[in-house]
């Protein structure tokens, strides 16, 4: 399927980590201590595959095979969390060219939002430490649905909010389960090879596969902002 050429895409619609913000080898290490320090053996690959745009409220009780009640989720969420912002903080920077790209995209009116399955705590860590949230009318986030990724429910909420319909919005999205949600939102989507390999995210459906943001696909450039 390719993108109509006009007229030009009216949104685009940011994950955050892993898209914005190259961090996922930090959540996967805290997840994996995490892990550990329960007594709990699971490989890297889980978090990276399976869990990766999930919420904390989907993701913990898979890991604990139980459910949880709702203190003890948030208290075992923050211990994680918590880690995980430690780990990152001494790295905490926008991926390549992301900032350039926010800013020709602001300039040429289109809608944008993050849409992630972060807590707000970790949005505002990583919006407010990069500097970036400012590009960003809407922030959708893991309180907001209650089904994560692969669902297209963050997504959805992130054109809604922004007014947008979804066939005229394109995803920028790391994870598998991410390409997924922005498919079954019947949005275009690019994948970004922080996490999964351009293969990977082929498969799962991402029109577009980039590295970061430093060089947009020509076709996907005059899409966005017709004169970038
Ligand atoms: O939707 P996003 O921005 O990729 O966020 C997903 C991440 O959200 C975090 O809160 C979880 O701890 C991670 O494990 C998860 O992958």
Known sequence: MSPPLRPPAAAAIFDLDGTLVDNMRFHVQAWSSFSQALGIDTPAERFER??????????????????????????????????????????????????ALLTRLKAGGRGLAVASAAPRVNRDFVLDGTGLRSFFSQVVGAEHVTRGKPFPDLFLAAAQALGAEPSACVVFEDAVNGVLAARAAGMFAVGVTTLASAEMLREAGAHWVIDDFTALPEELAQWLVPSL
Do not use: C, D, V, W
Not at 58 to 72: Q, T, V
Not at 88 to 99: C, D, E, Q, V
């Open 50 to 99: 399976e869990f990766a745009g999930k919420r904390n409220e989907e993701i913990l009780p898979a890991l604990l095979g139980r459910s949880l009640p709702p203190e003890e989720l948030t208290r075992l969420a923050e211990q994680k969390e918590s880690h995980y912002r430690e780990l990152f903080k001494p790295h905490l920077a926008p991926l390549g060219g992301a900032r």
